[in-house]
């Protein structure tokens, strides 16, 4: 990637944004269709502190829209752009939030910033947006399954491999069960999947539970395991291959019974002769 004036943001995030108790906003551009371009002048992660001793934190923490529309005192244009006008954006969406639940802490408000930010760039949280891009409506609905597979129902027979995944349109903590039993549980995620290499003969409600701080999203499916059907097998060949041998197509062997006809019930009686 080429930067402008061949600048690398990388660590360039410092001062009071680095703290990890404060919400280090970047900026996407608001010219962008889709809002998911980064500014190329938008500091990135990690925030490096060297005194008293050196650390690295991750940063920044979120991102938003710049090109801000304002009125009133500071002489700005308007619209006007850059990580001032994204975080100004991020403030409002953090404010509105508060009004809406005045009895949250301010952890708990970041924690809802973050889980309900469109996850861009890398899964999870990076270096570039944080953990994405702040969408205010996300903020106050619960999270959303927006696709899982495969559908259900799922039939397998015994011992075989199954995958099941979900993606989701908030940051959760999926919690994977069987039948009520947990099974695996992931953290801070968008996406993520189970699979099972030990399928038992019956039949199994396997649940994929999304929760984060603005509620639950749950994805169910039920699981038929059935037995496998016997497998062909160098036995069924050999015994084929006695009967084709034990055949007797001449004259004293064609009408075994008696009744006047050649028919099946004959090479079925030769059968039973041979083998007897």
């Known amino acids: 990637m080429v930067y402008t004036d061949n600048i690398d943001p990388a660590d360039s995030i410092f001062g009071h944004p680095a703290v990890p108790s404060v919400i280090a906003v970047g900026a996407i551009d608001a010219s962008d269709y889709g809002n998911d371009d980064i500014e190329d002048f938008s500091s990135q992660g990690p925030a490096t502190i060297s005194y008293p001793s050196p650390v690295s934190h991750p940063k920044p923490d979120i991102c938003g829209v710049d090109g801000v529309t304002v009125t009133g005192a500071g002489g700005f244009p308007s619209p006007f752009y850059g990580t001032s006008a994204a975080a100004s954006h991020v403030a409002a969406i953090a404010a509105q939030l508060w009004g809406a639940f005045p009895d949250k802490t301010g952890d708990e408000i970041c924690s809802v910033l973050y889980d309900s930010a469109v996850d861009l760039g890398s899964a999870g949280h990076d270096n570039i947006y944080g953990y994405g891009r702040a969408d205010a409506l996300n903020t106050l609905t619960p999270p959303n399954i927006t696709s899982s597979a495969p559908p259900s ?65 749950v994805q169910t499916w039920i699981w038929n395991i059935t037995e496998m059907p016997p497998a062909f097998t160098t036995a069924d060949a050999v015994i084929a291959l006695e009967i084709a041998v034990g055949s007797r197509p001449h004259d004293d062997a064609m009408d075994v019974n008696g009744d006047g006809s050649v028919t099946s019930l004959d090479a079925l009686m030769i059968l039973q002769a041979v083998f007897s």
Do not use: H, K, L, M
């Open 153 to 217: 129902n799922v039939n397998d027979t015994d011992g075989s491999s199954r995958t099941f995944n979900i993606s989701i349109n908030q940051t959760v903590n999926v919690t994977w069960q069987i039948n009520g039993t947990v099974v695996q549980f992931n953290t801070s995620v968008t996406e993520t999947s189970y699979t099972n290499t030990s399928a038992v003969i019956g039949v199994w409600n396997v649940s994929a539970v999304a929760s984060n701080t603005n509620g639950t999203a």
